[in-house]
T-cell receptor
Framework: DTGVSQDPRHKITKRGQNVTFRCDPI?????LYWYRQTLGQGPEFLTY????????KSRLLSDRFSAERPKGSFSTLEIQRTEQGDSAMYLC????????????FGDGTRLSIL | DAKTTQPTSMDCAEGRAANLPCNHS???????VYWYRQIHSQGPQYIIH???NNETNEMASLIITEDRKSSTLILPHATLRDTAVYYC?????????????FGTGTRLTVIP
C-alpha cells in the first residue's frame, strides 16, 4: 500500500509529557498537511508544508506545537507539555502540486492524555 | 471559502442509490466542490470533485446545478461499507491558503 502512513496509530501519555508523531506522505507528493480532529467534529487544519518549507500555520497551532519536514519527505509533529485538551486524532494528508489536486489522508494518530 | 450546508444524517437501504445533498449558495466562480467521506476510526477518503460539469468516477457521481449553488453526491448502489460521514467542501486553492474546511458533514447509514 502506498498511501499516507502515520505512526504510531495510538499514543497514551500523561499530562505534561512531550509526544512526537510521524507522517510519511505518498511518494512524490510535495505538499503535506496536518489536521486535528476531536470527537464529533470534522478535521481542523493545523499546518501545511510545500517540500521542506512550512508555508501556513493555523492559530490552533500553539507555541507548544512544532512541525518539521526536514528533507521534504516525512514530517513530524511534536507537542510539548501536553494538556488534556490535546486529546484528539491527529491526521496527516499529502497532495501533489497543482490546482485542485485532492488531499489524501492517513488514518491518523489517536492521542489520549491521562 | 464558501460555506456549505448538509443534512446532519440520512439513511439509505442497501442496494439503493444514496443521494447526498449539499447547499453552497455563496460559491464563487473559481471554487471547486469536493466530497470526502470518513469511516469510523479511519482518515477522510477523497471521493470526487468538480467545478461546474457533472463528474463520475468509480466511486460516485457528482451532480452540480447549473447555478452552482447546490450539488448532490450519488452513490449508485449503496453497500453497508458506505456507512460513513460525508463531507462537502467548497474550496479554491491559492497561494498561502491550502487547508480544507470540513464542517460536521452528513452521517449516512446504509440499512440492510
Amino acid at each position: 500500500d502506498t498511501g499516507v502512513s502515520q505512526d504510531p496509530r495510538h499514543k497514551i501519555t500523561k499530562r505534561g509529557q512531550n509526544v512526537t508523531f510521524r507522517c510519511d506522505p505518498i511518494s512524490e507528493h510535495n505538499r503535506l498537511y496536518w489536521y486535528r480532529q476531536t470527537l464529533g467534529q470534522g478535521p481542523e487544519f493545523l499546518t501545511y508544508f510545500q517540500n521542506e518549507a512550512q508555508l501556513e500555520k493555523s492559530r490552533l497551532l500553539s507555541d507548544r506545537f512544532s512541525a518539521e519536514r526536514p528533507k521534504g519527505s516525512f514530517s513530524t509533529l511534536e507537542i510539548q507539555r501536553t494538556e488534556q485538551g490535546d486529546s484528539a486524532m491527529y491526521l496527516c494528508a499529502s497532495s501533489t502540486t497543482g490546482v485542485q489536486q485532492p488531499q489524501h489522508f492517513g488514518d491518523g494518530t489517536r492521542l489520549s492524555i491521562l | 471559502d464558501a460555506k456549505t450546508t448538509q443534512p446532519t444524517s440520512m439513511d439509505c437501504a442497501e442496494g439503493r442509490a444514496a443521494n447526498l445533498p449539499c447547499n453552497h449558495s455563496t460559491i464563487s466562480g473559481n471554487e471547486y466542490v469536493y466530497w470526502y467521506r470518513q469511516i469510523h476510526s479511519q482518515g477522510p477518503q477523497y471521493i470526487i470533485h468538480g467545478l461546474k460539469n457533472n463528474e463520475t468516477n468509480e466511486m460516485a457521481s457528482l451532480i452540480i446545478t447549473e447555478d452552482r449553488k447546490s450539488s448532490t453526491l450519488i452513490l449508485p448502489h449503496a453497500t453497508l461499507r458506505d456507512t460513513a460521514v460525508y463531507y462537502c467542501i467548497v474550496r479554491v486553492y491559492q497561494t498561502g491558503a491550502n487547508n480544507l474546511f470540513f464542517g460536521t458533514g452528513t452521517r449516512l447509514t446504509v440499512i440492510p
